[in-house]
């Protein structure tokens, strides 16, 4: 009985050391930008924190595959854009936010109709 227990004891030690070990996984920076429309002016915006670190954004506003405008903004800690241009009615407009924090990439996007 003794020897089925140890062995019993040293399987389960194997089994545990064969577990691999990760580093926890780091979270996704939350990144949501705003569009509304005011009739013909698009109200566009996007705010990123993320304390202690160097943040770089580029916000976009597309309109199909023509750029529209676009803004960048960069700081420390918390870096917010809230911009305006102007846009024709009846069409689809896609906002879209690229950038840093720190090393990580952070990316977002949002499409709406112009009624």
């Known amino acids: 009985m003794m020897i089925k227990r140890t062995i019993l004891v040293a399987l389960c030690i194997l089994l545990l050391g064969a ?3 990760h580093a926890a996984e780091t979270r996704a920076i939350p990144v949501t930008p705003t569009l509304t429309f005011d009739d013909t002016t698009a109200l566009c915006g996007v705010t990123v924190s993320s304390y202690g670190k160097n943040i770089s954004v580029i916000l976009e ?3 199909g595959t023509t750029l529209v405008d676009r803004w960048s903004r960069n700081g420390l800690s918390l870096v917010s854009i809230s911009e305006n241009c102007l846009v024709s009615k009846n069409n ?11 090393n990580e990439s952070i990316n977002g996007s949002i499409s709406k109709y112009c009624p």
Do not use: D, Q, S
Not at 92 to 102: A, K, R
């Open 61 to 63: 506003l597309w309109k």
């Open 92 to 102: 689809t407009y896609t906002l879209i936010v690229t950038g840093y924090v720190g």
């Open 19 to 21: 577990i691999p070990a």
